[in-house]
């Protein structure tokens, strides 16, 4: 009888023990509320990532409507110069360029692509080859 309550006693103690260091532990507790300052600086972070894709996405679409109108705006003035200067050479018409119609739809303005070489042989291995001694 005294190995039943010997072992009951010491059962209990192994739960009072487990429950007192569970909650009586300062390391747990500092862990629990760093986790909980991660969990939230990581909702904060995703909700400013959103805060900006909504951000760029409304800027973006104000620059295009600002292109557009400047395009638009561009081609009143090119074809009213057309119409109220009509003797004006060519060189002198400050809106010469005039977009056509495929040009005013497309979002982007006509740009040559750069190169990446050049026009002729640059010379580089023609000169002579220096010697070894």
């Known amino acids: 009888m005294t ?9 209990f103690g192994i ?18 509320t760093l986790q909980h300052e991660l969990d939230k600086s990581k909702t904060e972070l995703e909700k400013y990532r959103q805060e900006l894709v909504t951000h760029f996405a409304y800027s973006a679409e104000l620059l295009d409507n600002m292109a557009r109108d400047y395009r638009q705006l561009y ?6 110069s057309n119409n109220l200067l009509p003797d004006l050479p060519n060189q002198e018409n ?3 360029y005039q977009l056509t119609e495929a040009e005013a739809d497309n979002d982007q303005a006509p740009v040559e692509i750069p190169r990446d070489y050049s ?7 023609r000169g002579q080859v220096p010697r070894r001694d």
């Open 15 to 32: 739960v009072i023990g487990a429950v007192a260091m569970r909650f009586g532990n300062r390391k747990l507790r500092q862990q629990q």
């Open 3 to 11: 190995w039943e309550y010997a072992l009951v006693g010491l059962v």
């Open 94 to 96: 400050p809106f010469r």
């Open 119 to 125: 026009e002729g042989a640059s010379g580089l291995l």
């Open 75 to 80: 081609q009143h003035m090119a074809k009213s």
